[in-house]
């Protein structure tokens, strides 16, 4: 098992790290617009403690893969990638980090400003406020939260569609080298 990136294909360890944030960040998505539609009560509070704790999750992850990818940077796009191709995928993955920042962060400020208890990640460490109670920080992180839902759904369709793009019509191993087990084609085939 290889658990650095390589000039090929990512290693173990960014590979996980990227499926983990997919999952975390579908399971988010998922929970917090089921959530909002449930009546306050016991069952909304544990679906929100939840939520909370997974936002938490995402950020820690978030942060691990920039730190991994310091250390690690990504392969190369194939040489037979446009330009304006590459520019599109540097700025799509630049833009969903600073999303994947942004979201969670959000949802710690609007819950610190908000007379409620910040809350528990997933009963093991309580979530400190980032902030004292304030109406108007936590009505504007609120706006920005909800916006980044939609931000980080378009940034996410941009980037599979991207990913299926070079699998299905490049018919290079851009999705290959960040699928685990799969197998690369030559790297022949790629333009190298």
């Keep these: 098992m290889q658990w650095r990136n390589s000039a090929e294909k990512y290693g173990a360890v960014a590979k996980t790290l990227h499926w983990l944030i997919a999952l975390v960040i579908f399971g988010m998505i998922?929970?917090?617009?089921?959530?909002e539609?449930?009546?306050?009560?016991?069952?909304?509070?544990?679906?929100i403690q939840l939520h909370k704790s997974f936002g938490i999750t995402l950020l820690a992850l978030v942060v691990l893969r920039l730190l991994w990818r310091?250390?690690?940077?990504?392969?190369?796009?194939?040489?037979?990638?446009?330009?304006?191709?590459?520019?599109?995928?540097?700025?799509?993955?630049?833009?969903?980090?600073v999303a994947m920042i942004v979201f969670p962060v959000s949802g710690w400020i609007m819950i610190s400003a908000s007379?409620?208890?910040?809350?528990?990640?997933?009963?093991?460490?309580?979530?400190?406020?980032?902030?004292?109670?304030d109406r108007e920080i936590g009505d504007i992180a609120y706006k920005v939260h909800e916006t980044m839902l939609w931000v980080i759904a378009g940034l996410l369709a941009l980037h599979i569609l991207g990913a299926?793009?070079?699998?299905?019509?490049s018919k290079d191993d851009v999705l290959r080298r960040m699928s685990p087990g799969a197998k690369l084609r030559s790297a022949w085939s790629q333009g190298r």
């Design 70 to 97: 310091l250390g690690n940077p990504a392969p190369p796009l194939p040489l037979t990638t446009k330009g304006y191709e590459k520019f599109l995928a540097h700025l799509v993955h630049v833009l969903l980090y």
């Design 164 to 169: 299926l793009k070079h699998h299905f019509i």
């Design 115 to 133: 007379d409620f208890p910040t809350g528990e990640v997933f009963g093991l460490f309580t979530i400190p406020d980032l902030i004292g109670t």
């Design 37 to 47: 539609d449930l009546p306050r009560g016991p069952q909304q509070y544990e679906f």
């Design 30 to 35: 998922g929970l917090g617009l089921y959530m």
